[in-house]
């Protein structure tokens, strides 16, 4: 398949076609990871996946927590 690189804003890009979207199961806001490789570029969905704060949290057990916390005196303007 040949594609065109076309100006958008400051940057290139290219229009991936919806088969390959739907055929490589890709939605909105996806991660995905680029590299070059040699005269080629590699564009993969990301293996890392966003943790929601809930699933951070899941395994948490309350240790860990700061004792002593002050929050010191202002340094230059700052207003407290």
Do not use: C, T, V
């Not at 594609?3 to 229009?15: C, E, H, T």
């Not at 916390?69 to 700052?78: A, V």
């Amino acid at each position: 398949m040949e594609l065109r690189l076309q100006k958008w804003g400051n940057s290139y890009g290219i229009r991936i076609p919806s088969s390959i979207i739907k055929s490589l199961d890709l939605n909105l806001n996806d991660l995905m990871d680029i590299k070059e490789e040699d005269d080629r570029i590699i564009i993969s969905k990301s293996k890392k996946q966003k943790i929601s704060l809930e699933k951070l949290f899941e395994q948490y057990n309350g240790s860990n927590l700061a004792k002593d916390f002050s929050w010191d005196e202002p340094q230059g303007r700052e207003i407290w």
